[in-house]
């Protein structure tokens, strides 16, 4: 298999952040092998290029902007890194850039969608600076996306109450939603931004496409917080199969759900925080917390 000869990944915006460093609810992480750079996901906003000015990264430097799904929380700073750096190449699934919303019982609709400005921009984006696809797609040997990916598990879903409409009749089954996979020398590694299409139904996608099955992290969100338990036991289970060096919970994964992956996983279990960097390398793997 082809691997990055080393890769360095950053959590460049999380719900939680390192003293010194910004926090909100929102994703972001940097990856970078040599001069191959990516950023995945864009924050909820601008902050995250404080946090990339303390850990010494060039946001003007990224090959490329891949989303994992098309949500406000992650699409943040989209507009302004392609206004100002329209080099930037863009993967994405064409349903990113949709409408949607999220009704929770007692309240109204809240409009989660990406601000309209991103939108804009996406839509105005050189077509050839950017790949718009369900399928996935292979950036570099090393590292690629999973495509959309196919909801098989009975027990995983969407995670929250999202809607096509304000009204709330027609379900948001997030269909954009996507994870990234890189080939390290250690195993792949994983990452994920809402993981809304589940993260057993994630993980199978993204081995069927690499064919490699030796898990040597998950990083992402997981938005597990309302999820029941027999869907937490299930991740459970798959999590001891896979048995991942790290697992970095991050995001939305939930509080309640990240004391429980660290009661029954131990050790393998970092919870991530914007500034923590995981470095792999034939030689050397070093998680900075
Ligand atoms: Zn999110
Ligand atoms: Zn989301």
Known sequence: MTTSPAVKISILMDNRAKPGFLSEHGFAVWIESGNQK????????????????????????????????????????????????????????????????????????????????????????PSDQKTVTEEPHELWPWLGSSGAIPRTHPLEDTGGPFFMDAEGRVPDHIEDDLALWIKTPRGLVILTGCCHAGLINTVEQIKTVTGETSIYAVIGGLHLKAAKEPRIAATLDALKQWNPDYLIPCHCTGDNVIDILQQELGYCVKPGRSGMQLMISPQISMLTE
């Open 38 to 125: 990516l950023l995945f996901d864009a924050g909820g906003s601008d902050a995250l290029t404080h946090n990339a000015e303390r850990m010494g990264i060039d946001l003007s430097a990224a090959n490329y902007l891949v989303l994992s799904h098309g949500h406000y929380d992650h699409t943040g700073y989209v507009a302004e890194l392609l206004n100002q750096h329209p080099h930037v190449k863009v993967l994405m699934h064409p349903k990113a850039t949709q409408q949607r919303y999220s009704i929770h019982p007692g309240k109204g609709p809240k409009d989660i969608s990406m601000p309209s400005e991103a939108a804009s921009v996406l839509q105005a984006h």
